[in-house]
């Protein structure tokens, strides 16, 4: 079967006032002036229209997931459209979606540019390398909050959480050896396993992480991690209560750990496929 050429379109229901059109990879972020909407679309090639929205959407979503950490918010899609432009018999389909008055808030240029190069960043991991994984999942976890957050807002600070830690397991042998080589200079270098396996806490381990990624803001990391013990402990998450500072914190600390951890991956050489 030959490929048809199609526009994938993914229509946002609520975003940011920017200077388009605005090209993000090979996707364009611009704006529908009859549904008063902004969408990020991209071209590509496929056998059907359900295969063109499934390889369109891919690209888009890892997208909406940069901004979504930059921005710290959950990015609705209000519909998707798939447009096949080339091929035989060309037709246009789309989901259905309603249109809502939104009031766009500015969005800097230099965000922009700094949300493209991170996606960027984040198309030119090795596929199947565990720092990739890693850093798809932790902004999974990271979009998974900002959907929650609000009605669901326990279940949203576990997945900010959920998002550091996973982050944090790539820094455990560094973090492991920087331990022994700090014991080894006092008097409690004879430690047993044990006891040593005391000392190489969670806390100890997201806070040598975020030092490692340069993140030098005071969050309460200490209380984050005492909260995330503390909804371990309680069958029922509404049993924890969470300030908004703290709940903030953690939301923030991943979203820095997400977009520094992909810095650090370039520096180290990893993004070369």
């Known amino acids: 079967m030959s490929l048809n050429q199609y526009t994938v ?51 888009i979503n890892l997208i909406l997931g940069v901004f979504e950490v930059y921005m710290i918010t959950h990015l609705e899609i ?78 949203a600070f576990l997945n900010y959480y959920k998002a550091m830690e996973l982050v944090s397991h790539d820094f455990r042998k560094a973090f492991d050896k920087e ?17 040593l396996k005391g000392l190489k806490t969670q806390k100890r381990l997201i806070q040598f992480t975020a030092q490692q990624l340069g993140i030098t803001y005071p969050y309460d990391i200490p209380r984050i991690v005492e909260l995330r013990n503390e909804f371990g402990a309680h069958a029922n998450l509404k049993d924890v209560i969470v300030s908004e500072k703290e709940f903030n914190d953690c939301k923030i600390l991943a979203a820095n750990i997400i977009i520094n951890y992909l810095d650090y991956l370039e520096k180290e ?5």
């Open 78 to 155: 209000a519909g998707i459209f798939r447009i096949q432009i080339s091929g035989e018999e060309p037709f246009i389909t789309s989901k259905s979606f309603t249109l809502k008055r939104t009031r766009f808030l500015p969005l800097p240029q230099e965000i922009i540019d700094k949300i493209g190069r991170s996606a960027e960043l984040l198309t030119k991991l090795p596929d199947q390398e565990k720092y990739t994984k890693r850093a798809n999942k932790a902004i999974s976890f990271f979009r998974k909050g900002c959907f929650l957050q609000g009605e669901w807002s326990s279940e």
């Open 9 to 59: 379109k993914a229509y946002l229901q609520g975003f940011y006032e920017i200077k388009t059109p605005q090209k993000i990879l090979d996707c364009e972020l611009d704006f529908d002036n009859d549904r008063k909407q902004y969408f990020i679309s991209k071209i590509v090639s496929a056998e059907s229209g359900d295969e063109a929205q499934s390889k369109g959407m891919e690209r």
């Open 269 to 273: 050489g990893k993004n070369k496929k």
């Open 179 to 195: 331990v022994g080589s700090q014991l080894n200079k006092t008097l409690l270098k004879d430690l047993t396993a044990l006891e």
